[in-house]
């Protein structure tokens, strides 16, 4: 299973973009890339998932270069209410599936 | 659809108690995959289950087992309960064609 790195925290302001980068050199061929948000005490909730290129959705946008060792999330004017933990992590697409989560970026958004 | 849904949310159990937790999954989902999150070992995968049967496991010892059942709800046991059990314990479904898991609000269980 590919080992995920990312940012321990990050701070931004109401209205900014945030991007969060994962670092995932190990990713297989048949792994995709998918991005969970949890707060406190909550399960985590799915906001994006990717094999290659660029994915949006309403929420956020993925960017995953050609070589797929990485990703970036990009997270467009976050408010206060995006205070919360996001998870990067990388796992096949069809068949079992144990998600191995890393120790995510702790986003703090100010007013 | 509704979402996956967990019960009890709340849960206080005393050493050396049995504890069993439940898991609805999204309807038409039949893979149910349990985690714990602790404030110390953060997010790990427990099992899953897919179809009645257990696909794979992770590194728990034997206390913890679970089951499911034919409409895909899934149940979660621990055994002789320990200080350490105390963690949110959370249930995640998927349909098993497409990638992402789906999670439950989880089980805050406290042994005392």
């Known amino acids: 299973l590919a080992k995920t790195t990312q940012p321990i925290s990050m701070d931004s302001y109401e209205g900014q973009e945030v991007n969060i980068t994962c670092s995932h050199n190990n990713i297989a061929t048949n792994d995709y890339i998918t991005w969970y948000q949890q707060f406190p005490s909550q399960g985590p909730r799915f906001i994006i998932q990717g094999y290659k290129t660029k994915v949006t959705n309403e929420v956020a946008s993925l960017f995953i270069p050609a070589d797929r060792k990485s990703s970036t999330l990009s997270l467009p004017r976050v408010s206060l209410s995006d205070t919360a933990v996001y998870y990067c992590l990388v796992a096949p697409g069809t068949g079992f599936q144990k998600l191995v989560f890393g120790t995510g970026t702790r986003l703090l958004v100010s007013p | 659809k509704a979402g996956v849904t967990q019960t009890p949310r709340y849960l206080i159990k005393t050493r050396g108690q049995q504890v069993t937790l439940s898991c609805s999954p999204i309807?038409?989902?039949?893979?149910v995959s349990w985690y714990q999150q602790t404030p110390g070992q953060g997010l790990q995968f427990l099992f899953e289950y897919f179809s009645e049967t257990q696909r794979n496991k992770g590194n728990f010892p034997g206390r913890f087992s679970g089951r499911q059942f034919s409409n895909s709800r899934s149940e979660m046991n621990v055994s002789t309960l320990e200080l350490g059990d105390s963690a949110l314990y959370l249930c995640a479904s998927r349909d098993d064609r497409v990638g992402e898991q789906y999670f439950g609000p989880g089980t805050r269980l406290t042994v005392t």
């Open positions: 309807s038409g989902h039949r893979s």
